[in-house]
């Protein structure tokens, strides 16, 4: 008896015309048996019984990526996989046959569905037929079989009539190893817009029960590649992919056993968000329609809005009332790092580079006007910075503490800021205190002079840019300090 459960999706994908698709619906059923017929298979050699390999042969390897090269499959390629590669051809002794003596096993390695930790299968969500939840960038596995590209088999087909409705049948076990595979596996299909993520359960030889799955899609091209991709076993005990009798034929010769396929006409929601482009440590929310009967995120959430704190790209897929899904469109979410900061000490000098601004701060209060890179210390205290590059990202230095100063010291001489346009202050100690000041300029000539009255007091200078030399003398203290006007 056929058991079969429906899947109704309708995509259109806004890609190129020459390799874009439209999958109008998927079915899949618990038998070995075909589903259609007597049918005109458009895909040659679609049972895997013409190659140069020996099947049953481990060690006869029909992906050219592995350093065990050594066949061919006739009108298929094989891409991905790497150097540990063991794809090879089944015999009767190692699997069920769908049709004819061989079937392709796509052997390679263990790999990790959906997060850096192995055996974590958590995100993986069976909808009907497929399998959704999988995070951007997985499955991964290792260089030597793949990465994150897998391990693939391909055949283009040409000569479809564009936008007539094709079948894409074909029958799906997996590795048995005696006992130590009894749990279902993944593995993808791509007709042309990307990867729809199938189930694959083990299959004993002559006893087994694989999968047949059928894709109707409408054709947008008169060439379409069909292509399946392993990426190794999910779990320690997960089944990797056996594949069979695969066959392209028209919806004129699908089975009327099929019930018939409505498309369901879903549009693709439209993500919305506050801001998709932000500092290290901000977030943004990042929405789908409200309305849907069921939302499926590429981070695993489930709501209609989520949190976005990382960078990459979002996606949810979407379900309506009547099982029609849709994907949105991919929203990139971009973050900035946050600009590295630290105090440098030099005597009584504070300063900090490489920012766009800055501003000081004393035991967590703003210094007023200390927003050049370098500040003079005038009292003990914690400092700090808070520093802007050029994204307009903050960040804030660990507190330096100052200690030993309470006030200035008699003989202290504080000026800020410097460099400066025209403007200084100037603060000093007792001991200089209705002293005279005198300004000279790169020739040694006179430009200012003064009396301190008062600390602090203002220094206003008019003249060219440059380098100066302040001198303060008193009757207890001679100070010299350079000062730059911008």
């Known amino acids: 008896m056929k058991a079969f459960v429906t899947l109704f999706l309708f995509f259109f994908i806004l890609i190129p015309i020459a390799s874009k698709a439209q999958i109008i619906c998927i079915y899949c059923y618990d038998q070995n048996d075909s589903i259609s017929t007597g049918v005109n298979n458009l895909l040659l050699n679609g049972g895997f019984e013409n190659s140069t390999c020996t099947e049953g042969d481990n060690n006869d390897i029909f992906c050219p990526s592995s350093t065990m090269y050594s066949c061919d499959i006739t009108d298929w390629i094989c891409t991905g996989g790497g150097t540990a590669t063991y794809s090879f051809l089944y015999d009767n002794t190692q699997s069920f046959a769908a049709e004819g003596d061989k079937r392709v096993y796509f052997g390679n390695g263990f790999c990790n569905p959906c997060s850096p930790t192995y055996g974590d299968?958590?995100?993986?969500?069976?909808?009907?037929?497929?399998?959704?939840?999988?995070?951007?960038?997985?499955?991964?596995?290792?260089?030597?079989?793949?990465?994150?590209?897998?391990?693939?088999?391909?055949?283009?087909?040409?000569?479809?009539?564009?936008?007539?409705?094709?079948?894409?049948?074909?029958?799906?076990?997996?590795?048995?190893?005696?006992?130590?595979?009894?749990?279902?596996?993944?593995?993808?299909?791509?007709?042309?817009?990307?990867?729809?993520?199938?189930?694959?359960?083990?299959?004993?030889?002559?006893?087994?029960?694989?999968?047949?799955?059928?894709?109707?899609?409408?054709?947008?091209?008169?060439?379409?590649?069909?292509?399946?991709?392993?990426?190794?076993?999910?779990?320690?005990?997960?089944?990797?992919?056996?594949?069979?009798?695969?066959?392209?034929?028209?919806?004129?010769?699908?089975?009327?056993?099929?019930?018939?396929?409505?498309?369901?006409?879903?549009?693709?929601?439209?993500?919305?968000?506050?801001?998709?482009?932000?500092?290290?440590?901000?977030?943004?929310?990042?929405?789908?329609?409200?309305?849907?009967?069921?939302y499926l995120w590429n981070t695993g959430e489930t709501t209609a809005c989520i949190k976005a704190q990382l960078a990459g790209n979002y996606y949810v897929t979407v379900t309506d009332n009547n099982s029609c899904t849709a994907e949105s469109n991919h929203l990139a979410i971009t973050v900035y790092p946050l600009p590295p900061v630290s105090i440098s000490v030099n005597g009584d000098t504070l300063s900090v580079y490489s920012a766009v601004t800055q501003q000081w701060y004393l035991n967590g209060s703003a210094i007023n006007n200390a927003t050049s890179n370098i500040y003079i210390v005038t009292q003990g205290g914690s400092y700090t910075v808070q520093v802007t590059d050029s994204n307009g990202c903050t960040a804030t230095s660990n507190p330096l503490i100052i200690s030993g100063i309470n006030n200035l010291t008699e003989d202290v001489v504080s000026v800020f800021p410097n460099p400066s346009q025209n403007n200084w202050q100037l603060s000093v100690g007792n001991n200089l205190m209705g002293g005279s000041i005198e300004i000279f300029d790169a020739d040694g000539r006179i430009v200012f002079r003064s009396v301190i009255n008062s600390s602090p007091s203002q220094i206003t200078l008019d003249g060219s840019h440059g380098v100066y030399l302040l001198r303060i003398s008193s009757s207890k203290s001679n100070v010299i300090k350079k000062l730059v006007r911008l």
């Not at 960038?137 to 283009?156: C, E, M, V």
């Not at 799906?172 to 359960?201: H, M, Q």
């Not at 059928?214 to 999910?234: L, Q, R, V, Y």
């Open 121 to 294: 299968t958590a995100c993986l969500s069976d909808v009907l037929c497929t399998v959704s939840g999988i995070p951007i960038g997985y499955p991964l596995n290792g260089a030597a079989y793949g990465g994150a590209a897998g391990l693939s088999l391909r055949q283009t087909v040409n000569g479809l009539s564009i936008g007539d409705t094709y079948i894409l049948e074909f029958w799906a076990g997996g590795e048995v190893g005696g006992t130590a595979y009894p749990n279902s596996g993944l593995f993808g299909v791509d007709i042309g817009f990307g990867d729809t993520i199938f189930r694959c359960k083990p299959t004993l030889a002559i006893t087994g029960i694989g999968s047949r799955y059928i894709i109707e899609f409408k054709a947008t091209s008169t060439s379409h590649t069909i292509k399946f991709t392993n990426w190794g076993h999910i779990c320690a005990t997960c089944t990797e992919l056996v594949l069979d009798d695969v066959r392209l034929y028209t919806l004129a010769e699908l089975s009327s056993s099929v019930p018939s396929c409505s498309p369901c006409n879903l549009s693709p929601p439209v993500l919305n968000t506050t801001q998709n482009i932000f500092c290290s440590g901000d977030s943004t929310q990042v929405c789908a329609p409200s309305g849907y009967a069921t």
